[in-house]
Nanobody, 123 residues
Framework: QVHVVESGGGLVQAGGSLRLSCAASGRTFSTYAMGWFRQAPGKDREFVAAISRGGGSTHIADSVKGRFIISRDNAKNLVYLQMISLKPEDTAVYYC????????????????WGQGTQVTVSS
C-alpha cells in the first residue's frame, strides 16, 4: 500500500505561480512513476503531467506545456508540480497519483491516489 498526500494548493492571482508537492510513503518511492491530474468543477479529471521512476522522463499535457514542470526528489520521497503563468482555467483540485510504470499516454490508470489539493486562480 502507498499513501499519497498532496500539499501546496491555494489562491493565487492570474499570472502568479504555485508549487505543489506530493509525498508518497509505504514502499520505496523510487519504484513508482508519479502523475498529476486535475479536476475542475463540472468537468472530468484530466491528465496534467507524469514523471518516470528515476525522473529522467516526463510527459506534460499540451494545455499546460511551457507553464508547468514536474520533477521529483527521490531522496525526499517527493514529487513537485511547479506552475507558472497561472490562468483562471487552471482552477481545479489537483491530484497526485502513483503506479509502477511510466508512459506517454496520459492515462489515469494509476494505483494510488491522494485526496487532492485545491488551486484557485483569480482573474
Amino acid at each position: 500500500q502507498v499513501h499519497v498526500v498532496e500539499s501546496g494548493g491555494g489562491l493565487v492571482q492570474a499570472g502568479g505561480s504555485l508549487r505543489l508537492s506530493c509525498a508518497a510513503s509505504g514502499r520505496t518511492f523510487s519504484t513508482y512513476a508519479m502523475g498529476w491530474f486535475r479536476q475542475a468543477p463540472g468537468k472530468d479529471r484530466e491528465f496534467v503531467a507524469a514523471i518516470s521512476r528515476g525522473g529522467g522522463s516526463t510527459h506534460i499535457a499540451d494545455s499546460v506545456k511551457g507553464r508547468f514542470i514536474i520533477s521529483r526528489d527521490n531522496a525526499k520521497n517527493l514529487v513537485y508540480l511547479q506552475m507558472i503563468s497561472l490562468k483562471p482555467e487552471d482552477t481545479a483540485v489537483y491530484y497526485c497519483a502513483a503506479r509502477n510504470y511510466f508512459d506517454y499516454t496520459g492515462g489515469s490508470n494509476y494505483d494510488y491516489w491522494g485526496q487532492g489539493t485545491q488551486v484557485t486562480v483569480s482573474s
